[in-house]
């Protein structure tokens, strides 16, 4: 498709997830944020499943009672930008949104999970995740999909991105399709940026141990999502001096013992 469908998120005082189509796409951090960022690849044709949650929490973690501080609130909206305009609100049509919002001094209890349904009159191909069975025992594959994560770091550490570029030989094939680019384009791209990272000393991933990479079913339970036990992605840099870091989400399926990187 010739436009570029936008996805605005914003939150106050609070942290926001937004999970298209049962996959976490966008994150803001506990005191709040606002990104956006295209999402072709997580779309589909015809009905969309489109969640906002307030307060996400840890794979096997619960949250307490909050009191609202004085602004308060989250909102997500999905736009098409008309043809020649930037993605703003004020221009570009809404294709879906949701707000929430809670009254200073008000007790709300995380994590709060809003879900809408939308069609999208977009021409999407049919992306090959939706074609895999559900994986029926999550935990049986942690041990792989843990390793696996602990090679990509390793690979990483030592500015080596070819081990990444060919497990997700399929989530590059796709992503062009999404944005009508050259595959090898995308890749040579990626592999700059990480040896860039490299190469200024800004490519520092967390070690995980094999214990410490969770996995987390999504899009319907056919992927797997390896995070840390902080929920964070589990293939990431450590904070740098001014705070600011580096991540990767893996959305991987294992066959036959070995991961590919889907999403």
Request: glycine share 8%.
């Amino acid at each position: 498709m010739e436009r570029l469908l936008l996805l605005r998120l914003r939150s106050v005082g609070c942290a926001a997830e937004v999970r298209l189509n049962d996959i976490a796409v966008a994150r803001t951090p506990a005191a709040g944020g606002a990104l956006a960022l295209p999402v072709h690849e997580y779309l589909l044709e015809g009905p969309n499943e489109i969640a906002l949650t307030v307060g996400p929490v840890a794979p096997g973690a619960t949250a307490g009672p909050l009191v609202a501080g004085a602004t308060t609130g989250a909102s997500l909206r999905l736009l098409l930008p008309r043809v020649g305009q930037a993605g703003s609100e004020a221009t570009a049509r809404t294709l879906a949104d949701i707000d929430w919002v809670v009254g200073e001094g008000d007790v709300y209890v995380p994590p709060i999970a809003l879900v809408r349904e939308v069609v999208l009159p977009v021409k999407f191909p049919r992306w090959r995740w939706l074609d895999l069975a559900p994986i029926a025992e999550p935990q049986a594959v942690q041990p792989a999909a843990a390793a696996f994560v602990q090679s990509l770091a390793l690979a990483f550490l030592k500015g080596d991105a070819e081990p990444f570029l060919q497990a997700a030989r399929l989530r590059f094939e796709e992503l062009a399709q999404a944005y009508q680019q050259p595959v090898a384009d995308l890749a040579a791209r990626w592999r700059s940026r990480i040896q860039l990272l490299h190469a200024t000393k800004a490519l520092k991933p967390v070690l995980p141990a094999l214990a410490d990479v969770l996995v987390r079913p999504c899009a319907g339970g056919r992927l797997l999502e390896c995070l840390a036990p902080t929920g964070e992605p589990a293939l990431r840099t450590g904070p740098a001096a001014d705070g600011s870091g580096h991540a990767w989400p893996l959305r991987i399926t294992v066959v036959e013992g070995r991961c590919h990187i889907v999403r």
